[in-house]
């Protein structure tokens, strides 16, 4: 393996490109296949949105339409009192689970606070994908 130019450094214009050939029929199966796996996430897709009791919120959306603080949710945490999920540092919650701790009396907040949560959370999520979209 050679080492690469100076202009093939500096140049990003340069790109190395690998062809693969197949034959036309393993290509159509694979397509197909494809296929199959895209209409299955975009089905799954389709009924977590339907179902906003499986959708993940992150600490700043808790906090902000439920009106707690931070501190209260690392508290609960602790406690083992909810469950959430860490990715990259930042913590999510199911709406289910938020659901069962204003159920329990756990967090003293009205329906309305949840339904809000709720609304707010599809809108910055419809936001994300538009402006994906966009780019």
Not at 101 to 108: E, H, N, V, W
């Amino acid at each position: 393996m050679s080492l690469p130019t100076f202009a093939e450094i500096f140049n990003p214009k340069v790109f190395v490109m690998e062809v693969i050939t197949i034959e036309a029929q393993a290509f159509k199966e694979l397509s197909a296949k494809i296929n199959v796996i895209a209409k299955f996430v975009a089905s799954i897709q389709a009924k977590v949105e339907d179902e906003p009791a499986e959708s993940w919120v992150d600490n700043y959306e808790v906090c902000t339409f439920l009106k707690v603080s931070p501190k209260t949710l690392q508290r609960l945490r602790t406690a083992n009192l909810v469950s959430y999920t860490r990715i990259r540092g930042k913590n999510f919650y199911k709406i289910s689970e938020i659901k069962r701790l204003m159920d329990d009396q756990i967090i003293r907040r009205s329906e309305e606070h949840l339904q809000d949560l709720i609304k707010n959370h599809k809108l910055y999520v419809e936001q994300r994908r538009n402006s994906k979209a966009n780019q």
